[in-house]
Structures are given as C-alpha cells and as structure tokens.
C-alpha cells in the first residue's frame, strides 16, 4: 500500500510538473513541430541530460529499486523496426498533440477527447503486439 501511495504521488507531481510546463498544450507541440517556438525543446534539453545523469548514478552507485532488486539496463543492438517505429510515433505525435505520459494528465486535466488519443494508442499497441511474430526483425 505504501509502495502504492509512492507510485500515486509520483505520478501526481509528473502530472503537475507537465501542466505547470504547458508541456500537455497542443498548440505547444504544433509550434515545436513547426520550429516556431523553443519551450518543448528547452523541456527536453533538461530531460535528456537529467535522465542520462540518472542512469549514470544508477550505475555508479549501484541503486537498487524500491524492493531491492537490481536494476539492469541492458544493451540493445541497433534495429530498422526503431527506426520506423519512431517515425510512426512521431507521426502520431504530431497529429494528436501528445506522446503516452501526457495523454493521462490531459484526461485527468479534462481535456476529454484526450481520451481518443488513448483508445488509439491502446489500440496500435493491439496491432502492434499482432504483428509482431510477422515482422521481419
């Protein structure tokens, strides 16, 4: 239960922090896509070097997870599927105005039609998962 709460807070200040940030704004995600505007770009050039510092302490310091465990980041060798399944993400993205994080902080922001996004994401997951087997990778 304790460990729940931990995951709900978390999950509420990301929430917050998105909105505070405007980072949940389909206007913001159009000016980004369009290079007419640098506050996505100036939220990712935090994120990146924060999360690789992160995955550095990690390592360094041999930071077990909440229960313990050890937590393995494993190598991954470089794959076409990646490389399309990115521009199919981006494509998305770019269309609907949000990635997967978002998509849950602008329902509960109460942005409803949020909640298509989601169906559509859930859904090209289905297929994806589908199509799996059948791929040449």
Same mark, same amino acid.
Not at 16 to 43: C, N, P, V
């Given at each position: !239960?304790?460990?729940?709460?931990?995951?709900?807070?978390? #999950?509420?200040? *990301?929430?917050?922090?998105?909105?505070? %940030?405007?980072?949940?704004? &389909? *206007?913001? !995600? @159009?000016? !980004?896509?369009? *290079? @007419? #505007?640098? @506050?996505?770009?100036?939220?990712? +050039?935090?994120?990146?070097?924060?999360?690789?510092?992160? /995955? &550095?302490?990690?390592?360094? *310091?041999?930071?077990?997870?909440?229960?313990?465990?050890?937590?393995?980041?494993?190598?991954?060798?470089?794959? =076409? $599927?990646? /490389?399309?399944?990115? !521009?199919?993400? $981006?494509?998305?993205?770019?269309?609907?105005?949000?990635?997967? #994080?978002?998509? =849950? /902080? @602008?329902?509960?922001?109460?942005?409803?039609? %949020?909640?298509?996004?989601?169906?559509?994401?859930?859904? $090209?997951?289905? /297929?994806?998962?589908? +199509?799996?087997?059948?791929?040449?990778?």
């Amino acid at each position: !239960m304790k460990r729940n709460l931990l995951y709900l807070l978390t #999950g509420i200040i *990301f929430g917050i922090t998105l909105i505070k %940030a405007d980072a949940i704004s &389909w *206007f913001r !995600m @159009q000016e !980004m896509f369009h *290079f @007419q #505007g640098f @506050q996505m770009y100036g939220i990712f +050039l935090t994120a990146i070097p924060t999360g690789a510092l992160c /995955v &550095w302490l990690i390592k360094k *310091f041999n930071i077990k997870t909440i229960d313990g465990e050890e937590v393995l980041i494993p190598k991954k060798k470089f794959s =076409y $599927g990646t /490389v399309f399944g990115s !521009m199919i993400f $981006g494509i998305g993205w770019a269309f609907t105005g949000t990635c997967p #994080g978002p998509i =849950y /902080v @602008q329902i509960g922001s109460g942005l409803s039609i %949020a909640i298509l996004t989601l169906l559509s994401a859930l859904a $090209g997951t289905w /297929v994806y998962s589908y +199509l799996r087997p059948k791929l040449p990778y």
